[in-house]
């Protein structure tokens, strides 16, 4: 790492060593101390609320104070509350079982902080994904470093500034850079190492970490299904399926990617996908409420699949209020449906993470569920229906990180479900006790106690261990 990479002259590396030394000359942080850090992250996320407001707006060309606060300010407080809420029953160590032959001993196991924990964050939401696992790092006792994303620059220098006032480095310290910072990150020997991000990069970054045996969680992306099921497009679905798709200009990991449509319903979904957008934002994509894309890569992407699935015959459709003249705001994409697209179009190959949704439509729940399982595994499937023999049907047979019934992406905001994927969409989870006992070592101890009950099993054996042999494996059979 160059010097532009360093923190008061420190290289990451040496940050790293400094957080270690200090982590290893201390007695792990009190229940007290805990919840300390915890509010003086809570405070300082609310010292800084406009300033994260404002940079993160500035960073995506716009983003509306209210969808920030929404999305994450509200998220990342929730989760310190629930953690400091919580954190003493997290703590206290679990009794375990003692099998017969041990039964004077205690065993139980005992939640100790792994020691740093290496945080990596991508653009998206930039102030919650990275926060909230800090939150996390510093409920399980550890300390932390974070590597935000560089396509978020002056939010990810806020973060800097604001954790840089509240904790020395030895506690929290936060990286900047592109993506040899974050090659050179992922190589370092963390205790643990939490990476949000695309399937790709979390590749890339599972290797680096296997140099040192770090453990990982893996946050990342993919096609996230929302099924309608025959006879279901009413208002209150496809606000959901909207909101969800269309928050933060649909650079959400657990958008719904697409929808499964009955084939009888599709005119109706259109209809009323098209009302409801216009609801939502009744000035067109230009309006407050509705979020740009973050960079002109991504938004020169996003073109190019609709030009792709466009050339390829699929119908292309502007939803909501159409503008009257050309957008005066950089990036805007209206909210748009593709109808008809094929399997090998880019659309129905790649992770959109755009205000784009390809329907496709179905005739029965065979067909959905075959379609799901012949492709990677989600990071979260929603359903939207009566919670009959179908829908328990798709829940049994598809596996997803997590899953939505009669909603979209709230499931994220409850902070006592794991969250996380399976398979190409991840591994691991945090949030919830998940979070906490994935930060942790869980120590087993077994303790014998003033009793040694242990040495019937010891030579000379004797008449109590033939007493405990036949309670255990029975009467021996003589063999004829
Ligand atoms: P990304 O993978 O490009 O970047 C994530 C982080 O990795 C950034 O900090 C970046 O600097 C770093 N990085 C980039 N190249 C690297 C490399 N070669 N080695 C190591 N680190 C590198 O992801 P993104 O574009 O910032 O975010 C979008 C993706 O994240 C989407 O796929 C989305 O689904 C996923 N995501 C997942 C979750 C989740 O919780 N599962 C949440 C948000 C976003």
Same mark, same amino acid.
């Given at each position: 790492?160059?010097?532009?990479?360093?923190?008061?002259?420190?290289?990451?590396? @040496?940050?790293?060593?400094?957080?270690?030394?200090?982590?290893?000359?201390?007695?792990?942080?009190?229940?007290?101390? $805990?919840?300390?850090? #915890?509010?003086?992250?809570? +405070?300082?996320?609310?010292?800084?609320?406009?300033?994260?407001?404002?940079?993160?707006?500035?960073?995506?060309?716009? $983003?509306?104070?209210?969808?920030?606060?929404?999305?994450?300010?509200?998220?990342?407080?929730?989760? *310190?509350?629930?953690?400091?809420?919580?954190?003493?029953?997290?703590?206290?160590?679990?009794?375990?079982?003692?099998?017969?032959?041990?039964?004077?001993?205690?065993?139980?196991?005992?939640?100790?902080?792994?020691?740093?924990?290496?945080?990596? %964050?991508?653009?998206?939401?930039?102030?919650?994904?990275?926060? *909230?696992?800090?939150?996390?790092?510093?409920?399980?006792?550890?300390?932390?470093?974070?590597?935000?994303?560089?396509?978020?620059?002056?939010?990810?220098?806020?973060?800097? $500034?604001?954790?840089?006032?509240?904790?020395?480095?030895?506690?929290?310290?936060?990286?900047?850079?592109?993506?040899?910072?974050?090659?050179?990150?992922?190589?370092?020997?963390?205790?643990?190492?939490? =990476?949000?991000?695309?399937?790709?990069?979390?590749?890339?970054?599972?290797?680096?970490?296997?140099?040192?045996?770090?453990?990982?969680?893996?946050?990342?992306?993919?096609?996230?299904?929302?099924?309608?099921?025959?006879?279901?497009?009413?208002?209150?679905?496809?606000?959901? *399926?909207?909101?969800?798709?269309?928050?933060?200009?649909?650079?959400?990991?657990?958008?719904?990617?697409?929808?499964?449509?009955?084939?009888?319903?599709?005119?109706?979904?259109?209809?009323?996908? +098209?009302?409801?957008?216009? $609801? =939502?934002?009744?000035? &067109?994509? +230009?309006?407050?409420?509705?979020?740009?894309?973050?960079?002109?890569?991504?938004?020169?992407?996003?073109?190019?699949?609709?030009?792709?699935?466009? @050339?390829?015959?699929?119908?292309?459709?502007?939803?909501?209020?159409?503008?009257?003249?050309?957008?005066?705001?950089?990036?805007?994409?209206?909210?748009?449906?593709?109808?008809?697209?094929?399997?090998?179009?880019?659309?129905?190959?790649?992770?959109?993470?755009?205000?784009?949704?390809?329907?496709?439509?179905?005739?029965?729940? +065979?067909?959905?569920?075959?379609?799901?399982?012949?492709?990677?595994?989600?990071?979260?499937?929603?359903?939207? &229906?009566?919670?009959?023999?179908?829908?328990?049907?798709?829940?049994?047979?598809?596996?997803?990180?997590?899953?939505? *019934?009669?909603?979209?992406?709230?499931?994220?905001?409850?902070?006592?479900?794991?969250?996380?994927?399976?398979? %190409?969409?991840?591994?691991?989870?945090?949030?919830?006790?998940?979070?906490?006992?994935?930060?942790?070592?869980? /120590?087993?101890?077994?303790?014998?106690?003033?009793?040694?009950?242990?040495?019937? #099993?010891?030579?000379? =054996?004797?008449?109590?261990?033939?007493?405990?042999?036949?309670?255990?494996?029975?009467?021996? /059979?003589?063999?004829?």
């Amino acid at each position: 790492m160059n010097a532009s990479h360093q923190i008061n002259q420190l290289t990451a590396s @040496e940050i790293l060593q400094q957080q270690r030394r200090a982590f290893l000359n201390a007695e792990p942080p009190t229940l007290t101390q $805990r919840k300390a850090n #915890l509010k003086k992250l809570r +405070d300082v996320v609310i010292a800084y609320r406009s300033e994260l407001q404002n940079a993160v707006s500035e960073d995506f060309g716009h $983003r509306s104070y209210h969808e920030t606060d929404v999305m994450e300010l509200v998220g990342i407080v929730q989760s *310190i509350d629930y953690l400091s809420k919580k954190l003493r029953r997290f703590m206290k160590p679990d009794r375990r079982h003692v099998s017969l032959f041990y039964r004077s001993a205690k065993a139980y196991v005992e939640y100790q902080p792994k020691g740093i924990i290496g945080v990596m %964050a991508p653009w998206n939401y930039p102030i919650s994904l990275t926060l *909230i696992p800090l939150a996390t790092a510093l409920a399980a006792g550890n300390r932390a470093m974070l590597k935000p994303s560089e396509l978020t620059p002056r939010t990810s220098d806020v973060l800097h $500034r604001m954790l840089s006032t509240t904790f020395s480095s030895d506690e929290v310290a936060v990286i900047l850079g592109g993506p040899e910072v974050g090659a050179a990150f992922s190589a370092l020997p963390f205790d643990h190492l939490l =990476f949000t991000g695309s399937t790709p990069v979390g590749r890339k970054v599972m290797k680096a970490a296997s140099d040192n045996l770090v453990p990982l969680t893996l946050e990342l992306g993919g096609k996230s299904p929302v099924i309608i099921a025959r006879g279901n497009i009413n208002p209150r679905t496809l606000s959901s *399926i909207a909101y969800g798709k269309l928050s933060n200009g649909g650079q959400t990991c657990v958008a719904p990617d697409y929808a499964l449509v009955h084939e009888e319903d599709l005119e109706a979904f259109i209809q009323q996908y +098209d009302e409801t957008v216009t $609801r =939502f934002y009744p000035n &067109g994509p +230009d309006c407050a409420d509705y979020t740009s894309i973050v960079s002109d890569r991504h938004y020169v992407r996003l073109q190019g699949l609709l030009d792709d699935a466009r @050339e390829k015959g699929a119908r292309v459709i502007e939803m909501g209020t159409q503008p009257e003249s050309a957008s005066n705001r950089v990036r805007t994409l209206a909210p748009t449906l593709v109808i008809g697209a094929k399997e090998d179009d880019s659309i129905m190959q790649e992770e959109i993470f755009g205000p784009i949704l390809p329907i496709k439509t179905y005739r029965d729940i +065979d067909e959905v569920i075959t379609y799901i399982n012949d492709r990677p595994r989600p990071l979260a499937l929603y359903y939207f &229906g009566e919670k009959d023999a179908d829908c328990r049907k798709l829940l049994r047979r598809t596996t997803s990180g997590n899953v939505g *019934i009669n909603n979209t992406i709230i499931h994220v905001a409850q902070d006592d479900l794991p969250f996380g994927g399976v398979g %190409a969409s991840g591994m691991g989870a945090y949030h919830g006790i998940e979070g906490f006992r994935s930060m942790s070592h869980a /120590k087993g101890v077994f303790d014998q106690g003033r009793w040694n009950l242990p040495s019937l #099993l010891q030579a000379p =054996f004797g008449k109590l261990m033939e007493l405990a042999l036949v309670m255990t494996l029975g009467q021996k /059979k003589t063999s004829k």
